[in-house]
Structures are given as structure tokens and as C-alpha cells.
């Protein structure tokens, strides 16, 4: 007799980096709080250099509510954990402020960190965003 497989192991991983080309996509059609947040967990965290660490959908979307413009992710490494319950990204955020193609960048650092939800598919549940220093 085989052992029976978890419904939440069961099937592959999708690419990690589809799960950042969602939120990019999303943070472009919907703005930057409601296309973090459309994807995430009710709980939520998030984290930025110089503030505390926000908690709960809704705290989270105050902050993001304050960044203007679109962000664009870009995945520079990804990873899940063996239980394929957890999972996380990591990369380059590009934020435009207008639609201005030739507009400089504010760039960040990102990583994200994805939790599945009882059906089966990875849930936002840790974003940070940390500015790239410039010397």
C-alpha cells in the first residue's frame, strides 16, 4: 500500500516567479495597495527600513496606500520549503511614479514570503520592501 499524499503536496509547485509577475501585474491594474494586498493573507505582514512592522491586511494597505504609482518585481531568486507549505521570493522592485517610460526608477529590495492556503494555492503572508541606497 502506498502512503496517501497530502491534497497540499499533491501536484507541482508553480514558478515561484509567476507569483511576483502576478503582484506586478496586479500593483499596474489596481494600484500598489490593492495589488499587494488582492493576493496576500488577512494576516499579513509587512515590513520597510525605519518603521515598525505592520500587521493585518488592512495596516498594511495603509502604508502601501501612501506609495504612489506601479511597482515592478523583479525576481532575482525564489526557494520552498520541504513541505511545499511555504515558500519565498526575493529581487529588485522598480517603482514609476508616472507612465513615463523614461522616468527613473525608486528602487527597492523586496522578498516575499508565501504561505498556501487551505486550497492549495500560495498566499502573500510577508512582504518587505527595504530603498536600494544609492552612494
Do not use: H
Not at 496517501?4 to 503582484?23: F, Q, W
Not at 516575499?112 to 527595504?130: E, H, I, K, M, S
Amino acid at each position: 500500500m502506498r502512503p496517501r499524499r497530502s491534497r497540499l503536496l499533491a501536484g507541482s509547485t508553480p514558478e515561484l516567479a509567476s507569483l511576483d509577475v502576478a503582484v506586478s501585474r496586479a500593483t499596474r491594474a489596481k494600484g500598489i495597495a490593492a495589488g499587494y494586498v488582492a493576493g496576500s493573507t488577512s494576516d499579513l505582514r509587512f515590513a520597510t527600513e525605519g518603521a515598525l512592522p505592520k500587521l493585518g491586511a488592512t495596516a498594511a494597505r495603509a502604508v502601501f496606500d501612501s506609495m504612489k504609482g506601479e511597482l515592478r518585481l523583479e525576481t532575482q531568486g525564489s526557494g520552498v520549503a520541504a513541505s511545499r507549505d511555504l515558500a519565498y521570493t526575493y529581487g529588485i522592485a522598480g517603482r514609476w511614479v508616472t507612465r513615463d517610460a523614461k522616468a527613473p526608477a525608486d528602487s527597492c529590495v523586496y522578498l516575499n514570503v508565501w504561505r498556501r492556503d487551505p486550497q492549495g494555492r500560495f498566499r502573500l503572508a510577508l512582504a518587505v520592501l527595504n530603498p536600494v541606497r544609492r552612494r
